[in-house]
């Protein structure tokens, strides 16, 4: 189990410092509503990366301890692909200036929407974390420490993978509030216009 958990750790710190879900955190964890939506957020991105990580750990383990067939290799070109493509219209697109207006509604989140704000960070909306995870996965599987190990492991890199965004909504819940950072971004106080 620590062979795989060891390595485990560069996927881990892919995701740790992946900026969008960081600068996200940020922001939920300076909104008015701080107390209840950061620990909501913390906990959708967490269950979020554990269950990426239980359901390609378990999709690895179906091809046993042997060469993965050709399509597993094929899905993992087709992922490197489309992540050079996004960083690619990324980079073409930087000179765009707008806030996104996701940005602006985080400070009107509700708990359970900010749990599913960071779920879908987690998951589906930030990219780079499904290839990470498929790999993550895949180290577990082909460990053949068995369903118990594989979650122990699968706890530990979500735990890990988790930190940035813990720190990120931790150390803004020990400082008393001074507005919402959407509010000081676009010139509003206490996020009314």
Not at 40 to 54: K, S
Not at 85 to 96: F, G, H, S, V
Not at 182 to 189: E, I, L, Q, W
Request: proline share 6%.
């Amino acid at each position: 189990m620590l062979s795989a958990l060891v390595g485990l750790l560069p996927f881990a710190v892919g995701v740790i410092i992946s900026p969008v879900p960081i600068i996200a955190a940020i922001i939920v964890a300076t909104s008015r509503r701080r107390f209840s939506t950061g620990p909501a957020f913390l906990a959708g991105w967490f269950v979020g990366l554990l269950g990426l990580m239980i359901l390609f750990s378990e999709l690895g383990a179906t091809f046993g301890r042997d060469e993965p067939p050709v399509f597993v290799h094929v899905v993992g070109l087709v992922l490197g692909f489309f992540l050079w493509w996004l960083a690619w219209k990324e980079w073409r697109d930087r000179d765009k200036k707008e806030m996104p207006a996701w940005l602006e509604s985080v400070d009107e989140l509700k708990a359970y929407n900010a749990f599913v704000f960071g779920l879908a960070l987690a998951t589906i909306v930030n990219p780079k974390n499904i290839p990470l995870t498929v790999a993550a996965g895949t180290v577990v599987a082909r460990s053949g420490i068995g369903f118990g190990g594989a979650l122990v492991v699968a706890i530990v890199f979500s735990v890990i993978a988790s930190l940035s965004i813990a720190l990120s909504v931790g150390l803004p819940l020990t400082r008393p509030a001074e507005g919402s950072w959407t509010a000081s971004v676009t010139g509003c106080r206490e996020g009314r216009r």
